[in-house]
């Protein structure tokens, strides 16, 4: 079965770039999503098919795919952008959606 | 406004059953895909299970498949879970998800509902 690997936690100074990794065999053939969640919160899509941001996430929030690895950027982080982040592909090999195992974005 | 609602969710006794439902509201449920996904505490996103708008292509995660159900009811914008042959391990919260299609991901979300499998 396909496997997504992401880093346990990131961490960043307000203000900073945070880059959270998501790495997949060939990753970069397949459409990948990015959710964000907050403590006892339902996730939020705040990036899909790569690099596209659905209507309300700020431009902070960017994606790139290429390779083994796609990457979410987040730009100027806020104290507001803590949360778990969450990568996703779907596996057409196994007609599965696959989650990466999350990365604990930590704003110092 | 565009909603979610879960609801079904308690305490069940291991080898019980249980069924989660989904509510929509604010959109034409008869054309979107929808997924279940879940959260054991403490852990990460688990993919569940996947239904096509029609209800006519359905997957599921290799954890759940022969023991779980996922139906829908296009004419009540309703989504459902029947959930078999409970395990400890099915303990977690429960979220049904829009799914565009394509290359859109899953941009809706309900609330979720907690399921607790426990003697």
């Known amino acids: 079965s396909y496997v997504l690997t992401q880093p346990p936690s990131v961490s960043v100074a307000p203000g900073q770039t945070a880059r959270i990794t998501c790495g997949g065999n060939n990753i970069g053939t397949k459409s990948v999503h990015w959710y964000q969640q907050k403590p006892g919160q339902a996730p939020v899509l705040v990036v899909y098919d790569d690099s596209d941001r659905p209507s309300g996430i700020p431009e902070r929030f960017s994606g790139s795919n290429s390779g083994n690895t796609a990457t979410l950027t987040i730009s100027r982080v806020e104290v507001g952008d803590e949360a778990d982040y969450y990568c996703?592909?779907?596996?057409?090999?196994?007609?599965?959606?696959?989650f990466g195992g999350g990365t604990k974005l930590t704003v110092l | 406004e565009v909603q979610l609602v879960e609801s079904g969710g308690g305490l069940v006794q291991p080898g019980r059953s249980l069924r989660l439902s989904c509510s929509a509201s604010g959109f034409t449920f008869s054309t979107y895909s929808m997924n279940w996904v879940r959260q054991a505490p403490g852990k990460g996103l688990e993919w569940v299970s996947y239904i096509s708008s029609s209800g006519s292509t359905i997957y599921y995660a290799d954890s759940v498949k022969g023991r779980f159900t996922i139906s829908r009811d296009n004419a009540k914008s309703s989504l459902f879970l029947q959930m078999n042959s409970l395990r400890d391990e099915d303990t977690a919260v429960y979220y049904c998800?829009?799914?565009?299609?394509?290359?859109?991901?899953?941009?809706?979300w309900g609330q979720g509902t907690t399921v607790t499998v426990s003697s």
């Open positions: 998800a829009r799914d565009p299609g394509g290359k859109n991901g899953m941009d809706v």
């Open positions: 996703q592909v779907w596996d057409s090999s196994s007609d599965h959606v696959v």
